[in-house]
């Protein structure tokens, strides 16, 4: 699976608009890219996943570069409770799922 | 989404005593099972891959006598730490997917805390 880079850590005002950066130039043309979060010591949350098109959901939005390698997850309104660590991940089929270091996410009161 | 649940949430045992950790897809068949492992300030790293009914693959490095996985039907997987050690003392996370539509997406327990003394 295509590797992701992410940054290491952001802030964000409680209220505004969060949003978190992934590149993964590498990514092949049958590979999704997935986001989930990991609120300390709890299991991975699934957040959003696509292909090629935008997708949004009740938790966030998920834009992709036509060109495929890049995408930003927007959380629209940041709450104290969406502090956790996002990973970007791209994944082929139903392999598993590989996890790196992920983004570290801290909304600001 | 679906629900994955996982049992005992802690559990801490003794040096050389064997634990076992259960996880069920609550609403969904789960036709693959992972399970992961944390420790602490890193991120998952993957144990091993199950599918209904087959024999457990093990990743590079986890040793399949130590880490017993049993995927017997599809709503339960468990996961045997043998003869633990306090180098096994982790986070461990097991994560199901199934056949079609959204439950293709790869969901997690809640993980269980393990403390071997």
């Known amino acids: 699976d295509a590797k992701t880079t992410q940054p290491t850590s952001m802030d964000c005002a409680e209220g505004r608009a969060a949003n978190l950066p992934c590149n993964h130039s590498t990514i092949s043309g049958n590979e999704y890219v997935y986001w989930y979060r990991q609120i300390h010591s709890q299991g991975p949350q699934y957040i959003i996943h696509g292909l090629k098109n935008n997708e949004t959901n009740e938790m966030a939005s998920l834009i992709i570069t036509e060109d ?3 995408s930003t997850l927007i959380l629209p309104h940041a709450t104290l409770r969406d502090t956790a660590v996002y990973y970007c991940i791209v994944r082929q089929g139903r392999r598993a799922l590989t996890f790196g270091s ?3 996410l801290q909304v600001q009161p | 989404g679906a629900v994955v649940s996982q049992h005992p949430s802690r559990v801490i045992c003794k040096s050389g005593t064997s634990v076992k950790i259960e996880c069920r897809s609550l609403d969904f068949q789960a036709t693959t099972m992972f399970w992961y492992r944390q420790f602490p300030k890193q991120s998952l790293m993957l144990m091993a891959t199950s599918n209904e009914g ?10 399949k006598d130590k880490f017993l996985i049993n995927h017997a039907s599809l709503t339960l997987s468990t996961l045997t730490v043998t003869s633990a050690h ?20 790869q969901y997690f327990g809640p993980g269980t805390r393990l403390l071997v003394l």
């Open chain 2, 54 to 63: 087959s024999k457990a693959t093990y990743e590079q490095g986890v040793e």
């Open chain 2, 86 to 105: 306090p180098e096994d003392s982790s986070f461990y996370i097991c994560s199901a997917t199934g056949t079609s539509g959204v439950k293709e997406t």
């Open chain 1, 102 to 104: 992920g983004t570290r």
């Open chain 1, 68 to 70: 495929r390698k890049s």
